[in-house]
């Protein structure tokens, strides 16, 4: 018996699993005190402008995640320029940040995840209105679904790269929504 063989296979390598745990236990620790926060609140904080503004700031914070999962393609897609060969020092740099963000890709994306998925629960009790900016949100949340299922998949070369296709569209529609 081969000492490989003995291993069990996870879904998540070992070196990423003890940092994507404590990213799911902050998500879910952080979901649920917002949603008991939220459901404790009178109703008529709830239609106010200062509970705009609480589910506006979830918005804010799982946009900046956001913005830092993004960095690793983009970084990528810099190195892969060859342009960068040239200047050593510079793309020594590139790769080195794109070596951490790459590490936090994972953690990161869970905990905007779970400010998403407040964000979005908080503007259902507010209230939903037929227009761009919430359409193209909830629109935004639905190609989100799938990200993270096709991440695991990713891990076993298993996902024909719709982890990175249905990330992309997320980012377009993410970008629509927060920014026109």
Known sequence: MNIRENKKQTWIPAKEQIWVIAAVTASILIVLWGLWSMLHLPSTTLHNRR??????NYGSIARLA?????????????VKQHIWDRMGTIKKLIVSLLRFVRRWHTPVAVLAIAFILLHVVAVFIYGFKFNFTDISGLIAFLVLLPVPISGLFRYKRLDRKWHLRSGLAFAVLFLIHAFL
Do not use: G, S
């Open 51 to 56: 509970f705009e503004h609480t589910f506006k």
């Open 66 to 78: 956001l913005f830092f999962v993004l960095a690793n393609y983009v970084l990528l897609l810099i």
